[in-house]
C-alpha cells in the first residue's frame, strides 16, 4: 500500500523529484528534511464522530477498538434531520464526514439518507472547518507556528553542526494539522487529506546558500508536488523563508491548542 510504506519509497532514493529543479546534481545539495504526515487508517471515534442515530453506533470494531489507527451550504437539511444531529457549526459536518467515511472504509453500508449528500456535499461543507480552526493571525501562530519555529531551529542548529546530526525529522500528526501548515505556507487548495498525506520541507544547500524547497503528497499522482510559497521561489532562501513567517513565530510562553 503506497499510503502506509510512503516515507520507505520517498527517501531510500532522495532523487525521486530531480524533474523538478533546474539546478545541476540537485541530489547532492539536499541537507535536511522534515515530514508533516496523517496518520493511516483508523476505526471511527465514538465521542466526536457518531451521530445519534448511527446504524452502528454499537459497533465495537473488535478487535481494533474505537478512534484507533489500523493497519491498512446547499446542504439539503432534510437529509440531515435523519442523522439525529443539531446542525449549527462546520464542526458537526466535519464530525459527521469522518463518522462516515470510517464507517464506509470498514465496508460497512451507509443509510440511505446519506446519497444525496455523500461524499460531495459533506466534503465540501466539512473543509470550511479548517478555515475556522485558521481565522486569524493569532490562530495561525498557536495551530502551526510553534511547528515551524521549532523546524528553523533545528535547520539553524544543523547548519552550525555543519555535518553533525540527523538528516530527517518525522512527525506524526492527523489530516487537520497537514491542512494548517499548508494554509501557514499559503499552499492549501480546499480538500481532506488521505491517509499518508504529507507535506516535506526539504532544507537545500545551493550555490554557498541555504534555502527550503516544499513539497506535497495526497496520492493523486505519484510524486509529491513541488509547491511554490506566495512571495519566494520554489527554492526559498533560509533569511528570506525566516522573514516571511517571522509574525507567525510563538513566543516561549505561547501554547498550541
Known sequence: NPKEFFILDEFEGADFH??????????????LSYVLFR?????????????PNDPYLIETYYPTGLGQLTNVLGFQPSALQHSGLEVSTFRHIYNLYFGLSTEE?????LPDWTQPIWPRKVTAVAIH???VQMANDRMWKLASGHLLRK???DTETKIAQLSKGCKIHLYSAHENNVVQLLILLGVFWPHIPCYGAHVILEVHHIEEEFGIKVFYQNWEVEHPELLQIPGCDVFCPLD??????????????????
Open 105 to 109: 472504509e470498514w465496508g460497512f453500508s
Open 151 to 153: 523546524i528553523l531551529h
Open 240 to 257: 528570506q523563508f525566516r522573514e516571511l513567517f517571522s509574525k507567525y513565530m510563538p513566543e516561549d510562553d505561547e501554547c498550541g491548542y
Open 18 to 31: 530531480h524533474e523538478h529543479f533546474d539546478h545541476e546534481n540537485v541530489s547532492s545539495t539536499l541537507f
Open 39 to 51: 496518520h493511516g487508517n483508523r476505526t471511527p471515534d465514538s465521542v466526536q464522530e457518531m451521530y
Open 129 to 131: 472547518e479548517y478555515y
